[in-house]
């Protein structure tokens, strides 16, 4: 289990190097958003993982960060095309290479996995976390992981933590945790909802 430094009175987000709530999405430019600041964003939200605790939950991670890293490559070899997601897509394609935009495609799922799992926890206080990750699971990335995959995301599910250690441990002020993650879960549905939809569009396919 990862030890993380919390401030004190502060939350776990209170840690993160970037956060979904501060990533700029510019609303008169067809609610572009900026690659640098959502990029960081990711990385920091998964650091959650390691509350979560179990080795289980590393192919989960692993797989995240391995898509920030497409698409931050992509951004670092075209910084000037790539200074929002949507043209750092529209842009690679252009290329005729579709590595970057195959990560986002990957990335949007697993924040959305995240996303649906944190939410649906907080609003049903009864549920466990990994009842709250199974469902989110079977709604996100199952349907596109083949046979081989499923049985590792399965076991990540049923090594979570018990709903009261995994809160514990995210700040010692329940109800400031629990305010700190709606608001940052809200600025992630957001974001995760305007990047399935441009990915839906034809001129996001490859």
Avoid at 134 to 156: C, D, E
Wanted: aromatic share 8%; proline share 4%; hydrophobic share 40%.
């Amino acid at each position: 289990m990862a030890t993380v430094d919390i401030p004190e009175e502060g939350t776990f987000l209170d840690t993160f190097k970037a956060s979904f709530v501060t990533v700029p999405v510019d609303a008169e430019n067809g609610n572009a958003i900026s690659t640098t600041e959502f990029l960081d964003a990711a990385e920091s939200l998964v650091t959650m993982f390691d509350v979560l605790g179990s080795v289980a939950f590393k192919p989960v991670k692993n797989d995240m960060l391995g898509n920030v890293q497409k698409i931050r490559t992509r951004q670092l070899a075209a910084p000037l095309e790539s200074e929002n997601l949507q043209d750092l897509v529209r842009n690679e394609l252009a290329t005729k290479s579709h590595k970057a935009t195959e990560g986002l495609v990957w990335l949007v799922r697993g924040l959305e996995f995240t996303c649906i799992a944190l939410t649906q926890n907080l609003e049903k206080s009864d549920e466990e976390l990994s009842d709250s990750f199974r469902g989110a699971y079977g709604q996100t990335l199952k349907p596109h992981h083949s046979f081989l995959v499923k049985p590792i995301f399965s076991a990540a599910m049923s090594a979570c933590p018990y709903r009261k250690d995994f809160y514990a441990k995210l700040g010692p002020n329940k109800e400031k945790v629990d305010s700190e993650l709606q608001e940052y879960l809200a600025a992630l549905e957001k974001i995760v909802a305007i990047l399935k939809e441009f990915l839906a569009t034809p001129e996001a396919k490859y």
